[in-house]
């Protein structure tokens, strides 16, 4: 696919991650013909939309086995939490309102509604996540998000008050769809609020690591109100956030039914100040890029001559492109430790390295931890405090490599 998924422009692409497996398909097994797709990026001219050119099917992504559950990080609970409650004030949500969620995951945002009384309804296409949702209580459809599903909500309840998505949006190709649904099932007076990686933040911290199969999108608040506005709505505003290494928060109502907030016009400014809608931008994107994979690469050889012993930690999506695009082999990093159950004694995604349990990470005695959830870093650090204290030292590659 060449063109752009927003708008139908031509794609510039900047560059070729090459052949890549599903992220989260960790598997029991060593994969020796494991499935894999051309991971290219590139930018649309016309509308500012970064996007995967090609993406796998999203049942190859979405299913029973999806490996990744939101509620397995403490922050991440209390930035849901946080998100909940200002929702539920701004718009002064009732035992009378209703909230629909894209993408719930386990439940980790809903449920704080549902402690609330207030309807709540979680779309989850990932069965196994969706089971999880279903414990804690939530109404949840797990089936993707569609026309037929929107029908259903609005027949058994009534028009979203406010529809949700946290991480999800930027996951879906048939994006004009996405937001046609979602007018039809916002209320009048409603709001669709969501959340995604950041691409100014991606692009400043060359965080090239949080491109994968899922993140088809890569947005900006110039993406978004355009992607909007072509779905006769419009964007509000916008709010940055610390998760996943520099999120932003897009607020999204019908047109003309809300005032847009000074934010939107200074985000969009600050977008072109740093040159967001320039090509050259990303083409110098991937200069850096190719600078942290040499000089990586170079570090973890010259740790291997010397005897040193190098472990990963958390087996994150991210960890996937870095490790593949990179070319780490287990030669280089002969485990990556993880605190998912399902991700035991599991083998990482097209390189094969050994997936333990998080458990075991302190008697391995490593001399360096590269840490792929780098996110998480100062939560994690401050877990890691005192054992890290003992001559070990961490191994960071984001905004550039650096050894702590």
Same mark, same amino acid.
């Given at each position: 696919m060449n063109s752009c998924r927003v708008c139908g422009n031509n794609l510039k692409e900047f560059i070729n991650f090459g052949m890549m497996p599903i992220a989260n398909s960790f598997k029991k097994t060593i994969q020796i013909d494991e499935y894999k797709f051309q991971m290219s990026v590139g930018f649309c001219e016309n509308?500012?939309?970064?996007?995967?050119? =090609?993406?796998?099917?999203?049942?190859?992504?979405? +299913?029973? =086995?999806?490996?990744?559950f939101s509620s397995s990080s403490n922050y991440m609970q209390t930035h849901f939490r946080e998100f909940a409650n200002k929702v539920i004030e701004d718009r002064l949500l009732d035992k009378k309102s209703i909230v629909v969620e894209i993408g719930c995951n386990d439940g980790i945002?809903?449920?704080?509604?549902?402690?609330?009384?207030?309807?709540?309804?979680?779309?989850?296409?990932?069965?196994?996540?969706?089971?999880?949702?279903?414990?804690?209580?939530?109404?949840?459809?797990?089936?993707?998000?569609?026309?037929?599903?929107v029908n259903q909500i609005v027949k058994k309840f009534k028009k979203a008050d406010v529809i949700l998505s946290a991480n999800v949006i930027c996951h879906i190709p048939?994006?004009?769809?996405?937001?046609?649904?979602i007018k039809k099932l916002l209320a009048s007076d409603g709001l669709f609020i969501f959340e995604d990686p950041y691409l100014l933040d991606i692009i400043n911290k060359n965080s090239f690591d949080q491109i994968y199969d899922e993140h088809v999108f890569l947005f900006s608040a110039m993406s978004v109100s355009y992607l909007a506005n072509k779905n006769d709505l419009e964007l509000i505003c916008v709010q940055p956030q610390k998760t996943h290494g520099g999120s932003m928060r897009y607020t999204i109502g019908h047109?003309?039914? +809300?005032?847009?907030?000074?934010?939107?016009? =200074?985000?969009?400014?600050?977008?072109?100040? =740093?040159?967001?809608?320039?090509?050259?931008?990303?083409?110098?994107?991937?200069?850096n890029i190719l600078k942290i994979k040499v000089e990586l690469?170079?570090?973890?050889?010259?740790?291997?001559?010397?005897?040193?012993?190098?472990?990963?930690?958390?087996?994150?999506?991210?960890?996937?492109?870095?490790?593949?695009?990179?070319?780490?082999?287990?030669?280089?990093?002969?485990?990556?430790?993880?605190?998912?159950?399902?991700?035991?004694?599991?083998?990482?995604?097209?390189?094969?390295?050994?997936?333990?349990?998080?458990?075991?990470? +302190?008697?391995?005695?490593?001399?360096?931890?590269?840490?792929?959830?780098?996110? +998480?870093?100062?939560?994690?650090?401050?877990?890691?405090?005192?054992?890290?204290?003992?001559?070990?030292?961490?191994?960071?590659?984001?905004?550039?490599?650096?050894v702590i």
């Open positions: 509308c500012m939309t970064v996007q995967l050119i =090609n993406q796998p099917d999203p049942v190859k992504m979405f +299913h029973e =086995n999806y490996a990744f945002l809903l449920e704080n509604f549902k402690e609330r009384k207030i309807i709540s309804v979680g779309i989850e296409p990932s069965k196994n996540v969706a089971r999880i949702a279903e414990k804690k209580g939530i109404d949840v459809i797990n089936e993707f998000f569609n026309e037929n599903v048939d994006i004009n769809s996405i937001f046609s649904g047109k003309n039914a +809300h005032k847009i907030d000074k934010s939107v016009v =200074n985000q969009i400014s600050l977008e072109k100040t =740093n040159g967001l809608h320039l090509f050259k931008s990303y083409c110098n994107f991937e200069i690469i170079n570090l973890l050889k010259i740790l291997k001559s010397e005897n040193k012993t190098v472990v990963g930690y958390a087996a994150t999506s991210k960890s996937t492109t870095l490790i593949n695009f990179f070319g780490i082999t287990s030669d280089l990093l002969p485990v990556i430790f993880d605190t998912t159950p399902n991700k035991f004694n599991t083998y990482s995604p097209g390189a094969n390295i050994p997936i333990l349990p998080y458990s075991l990470f +302190h008697e391995s005695d490593p001399d360096y931890v590269l840490l792929f959830a780098w996110n +998480h870093s100062e939560e994690i650090m401050t877990k890691e405090a005192s054992f890290m204290k003992e001559n070990r030292k961490w191994i960071l590659y984001v905004p550039k490599l650096q």
